[in-house]
Structure formats: C-alpha cells, structure tokens
C-alpha cells in the first residue's frame, strides 16, 4: 500500500427538503431552480468543480472534478473523493433552499474507511468531528438523529453512517433503494485502461471499452476522463442514477458504483447490474452498503458476488430513522482467507 496518493474513497451527502405542496413549482422544479452560480459557489466551498453536465425532466446529473452532484426537486447528492469538505456544503445548501421556500427535513451521510486519513482536512479529521460538524450545521426540527460505524472483520473496511430526520418524515421512499458498493486492489490490467490515451473522445471509448456502457444499457451517460488518468460518469435513467468513479494507480486503486433502484424491479435485475458493475474491475476486495426499508435487496448482494469469485466476510445491518436499514457487507476474493 502505498504511503500517499489520491484518496478514492468518497464522502456522500443526501439532503431531503420539503415546501408547499400546493406550489406546482417546488414540486416539479424545487431546487433545480438553483442557478449554476449558486451551485458552482457551493463547490468552490468543497473545493471541486463541475466538469460535464446532463439532465432530463425529473432531475440534473453532474459530474465534478472530484466526483458527482445530483439535483431533484427535493433532494440533493453529493459524493466527493480526494481531501475535498463536503460537509461544508451543508449550511450553504440549507440557506438556498431556504430561499426557494423549501426546508430541510432529511439528512444522511456514509462514507467508507478513508485509505489516507491523515490526508484529510477539517472537518473530516475523523468520524467523531464529522458527527459533530453535522449536528452543529443542521437545524433543530431535525430531531431524530443517529451516528454509528459499522464493522467488519477488517479495520480497514468498515462503514460510517450519519442520518438525521424530523418529526414530520424525511420523506425516504419505502420502495426506493440505494446500492453504494467500493472496490479495491482492481486488476491492474483492467486499471490501465483508465489511463487516458486518447483525445476528445477517450471518455465514451473508455466507457465502451471497459464495459461501463453494458452496466445499464438504458441510461443516458455522462462521462469524463481525468488527465493522465482516472474516470468519472454518471447515468441518467428516468427519475434514477448510477455513478461509477475510478482510480486506477497501482498501490491505491479503487473504483465505485452506485445505483437506485426499486424493490419492486426484477429481483434479478439487481444481480445482474451488480454483477456487470464488479467485473468491469473484478477487484481483490469489495464492500456493499445497501440502504432501504425491504430486506430483498441485502439478500440479494451475496447472489450478485458469489459467481464472481467473492465469498461474504463480514455482515452488519443498523435501522436508522425513517432512512430505513443499512446493510454492510464485505467481500473478498474466495482465495483470501
């Protein structure tokens, strides 16, 4: 493991707002209203930018320098890697949307074990601060609060969670699912072909070439290729996302994939989609963080990574309020011990 270099693992923030429901501009516009000024604004605070854009008619997918953002009516992504401060977009956020006559009624934060800690900055120190630093930039309404980090047999790969929510509801959907999955030790000769060789078409060539186009042949895609090498895009598919992030130098590779998806989908679909996502890497290790209200989704985590050569480690589960039950689980390969 090398001493230093570029931080993979991201920081994730997802806020939940509510307005009037009789105004048909929060319900079909909302924060999307917001300018790009304002957004950019915000990001210079993290201390990243946005590289590439798309959007359709239920939300905006954007990829930054450091990772993406994603803007629905109600709802807003943030997921930043390297020593970015995510956390810092929270007071910000809150004062917009305030403007726009929405209020915050919802917040989480995950995050896996970062692989240079001692790189990062304030407030993201350590997970103790960053509970801290949340708890001090949220409003009171939002009551109902937990911080946990959830183990598994190895230390490095454990898994942190934040979630906040008011009295009134955080307005999660019950039929909803996250998939947030982190990979690591990637095969290098799949890695290398992160590495930008081409000129304005390398990012959809690379996005062909890897397989990253096949994980949902539906989504519209976004994509972009960092200079000398690494790889962002985001997918836009109706009213959902995947995002998939890479980092491909030898001694801290990692690679991300992230997806929502709905209970009520093909079961398979949900093995498939994981399974395709894996194998563009087909990594030495691999942690799955599911984040909804049906246990369908969790059992199905183990049937996706077991045909690949991946045998189940470690398992936690936590209930977080009106967020739903977290499941973390930790695969390596079955050669590992």
């Not at 939300?59 to 450091?66: G, P």
């Not at 490095?156 to 959907?173: E, K, M």
């Not at 992160?194 to 996005?207: L, P, R, Y």
Request: proline share 4%; hydrophobic share 40%.
């Amino acid at each position: 493991m090398a001493v230093s270099g570029f931080e993979g693992f991201e920081k994730r923030l997802e806020l939940h707002f509510f307005g009037d429901d009789n105004d048909p501009t929060v319900t079909t516009m909302g924060l999307r209203l917001l300018d790009f000024e304002s957004l950019e604004n915000v990001l210079r605070v993290v201390q990243c930018t946005v590289v590439s854009a798309v959007g359709n008619h239920f939300f905006d997918a954007y990829v930054l320098s450091e990772s993406s953002l994603f803007v629905y009516p109600t709802k807003i992504i943030i997921k930043t890697c390297g020593t970015t401060q995510l956390l810092k977009s929270i007071r910000p956020l809150i004062h917009l949307a305030k403007n726009l006559g929405l209020t915050i009624c919802g917040c989480r934060y995950t995050r896996g074990t970062f692989i240079f800690p001692k790189s990062q900055p304030f407030p993201h120190i350590n997970f103790k601060q960053e509970v801290i630093y949340i708890e001090e930039n949220l409003p009171n309404n939002l009551c109902f609060r937990k911080a946990s980090v959830m183990p598994s047999k190895n230390p490095s790969y454990s898994w942190h969670v934040f979630s906040a929510a008011s009295d009134n509801g955080a307005h999660f959907s019950d039929g909803e699912f996250t998939v947030e999955v982190c990979m690591t030790e990637l095969d290098r000769v799949l890695a290398r072909k992160f590495f930008k060789t081409g000129g304005d078409s390398a990012a959809k060539e690379m996005t062909e070439l890897t397989g990253i186009g096949n994980i949902n042949p539906r989504a519209l895609i976004c994509d972009f290729v960092f200079d000398p090498c690494g790889y962002s895009m985001n997918g836009v598919d109706g009213d959902r996302y995947s995002t998939v992030h890479v980092t491909p130098e030898d001694g801290f590779s990692y690679a991300s994939f992230e997806y929502v998806g709905s209970v009520y989908d093909d079961q398979d679909d949900i093995v498939e989609t994981l399974k395709k996502a894996v194998q563009v890497f087909k990594p030495a290790t691999v942690s799955v963080s599911t984040t909804s209200h049906r246990r369908e989704v969790w059992t199905r985590v183990a049937h996706a990574m077991e045909p690949l050569g991946l045998k189940c480690r470690s398992f936690a589960m936590d209930e977080f309020p009106t967020a739903g039950t977290v499941v973390f689980q930790t695969f390596t390969a079955a050669r590992r011990k």
